[in-house]
């Protein structure tokens, strides 16, 4: 099994529309989890950390449920740009605290 | 502007060729990593270094070297014995404490082809 298990999608949606992603992981004793955002044939760019509580950053909501060991991306009113991979990382806290990157799950907004 | 620079971005290798992949960053970061990109897998942890003169194998060094004898440079070296060596190459930065935030800062890639 892998580490951080992700639907690559791809996920089409319209403009305006709410979409959302989860990605579970397998290590119970890791302890920080972000998702980054990597547009086509970029490099990854940190989108927002996850906490225990769920934040929330205008349009991006992520929520942590420890208990089934899954961490989720909401997308409120989907814009064109929001188009790209969104990788979920996950901190695995085994010794050097090493970030284990998910394969990604492709968003594509249409018009 | 601070950052870190990757070059060259495109490059062409006959097989049984060494090449190396430069990175740079003028961030004051500490730790630096090397990251390999294929289709359809998340990124794979191939070094890093925590301080100068320091670092250690990830989980797929095999085949790669490195060398981290200024605080700003962490060159990758893919040598003949890397079995399939065409990848995005990442090279990553973070502060102290950048694993534990998640924050690393990324440079622009470097798509190496053998052919």
């Known amino acids: 099994r892998k580490e951080v298990e992700q639907d690559p999608g791809p996920f089409n949606v319209p403009e305006g529309a709410t979409v959302a992603f989860n990605c579970t992981y397998s290590n119970s004793a890791s302890q920080s989890f972000f998702w980054y955002r990597q547009d086509c044939r970029k490099e990854p760019k940190l989108l927002m950390s996850?906490?225990?509580s769920g934040n929330e950053d205008g349009r991006f909501t992520a929520q942590l449920n420890r208990a089934s060991q899954y961490i989720s991306l909401l997308i409120r009113d989907s814009k064109l740009s929001d188009s790209a991979t969104y990788l979920c990382v996950v901190n695995s806290n085994t010794g050097f605290q090493k970030l284990v990157f998910g394969t990604g799950t492709r968003l594509l907004v249409s018009p | 502007d601070g950052g870190i620079t990757q070059s060259p971005k495109y490059l062409f290798r006959k097989e049984g060729q060494n090449v190396t992949l430069s990175c740079e960053q003028n961030l004051n970061h500490d730790a630096m990593y090397w990251y390999r990109q294929d289709p359809g897998q998340g990124l794979r942890l191939i070094y890093y270094s925590q301080i100068v003169n320091d670092f250690q194998k990830g989980d797929i060094a095999e085949g790669y070297s490195v060398s981290r004898e200024k605080k700003e440079s962490f060159p990758l070296t893919v040598t003949s014995a890397q079995k399939n060596p065409t990848a995005f190459y990442l090279c990553?930065?973070?502060?102290?404490?950048?694993?534990?935030?998640?924050?690393?800062?990324f440079g622009e890639g470097s798509r190496l082809t053998v052919l």
């Open positions: 990553a930065s973070s502060g102290t404490s950048g694993t534990a935030t998640g924050e690393l800062f």
């Open positions: 996850v906490y225990s």
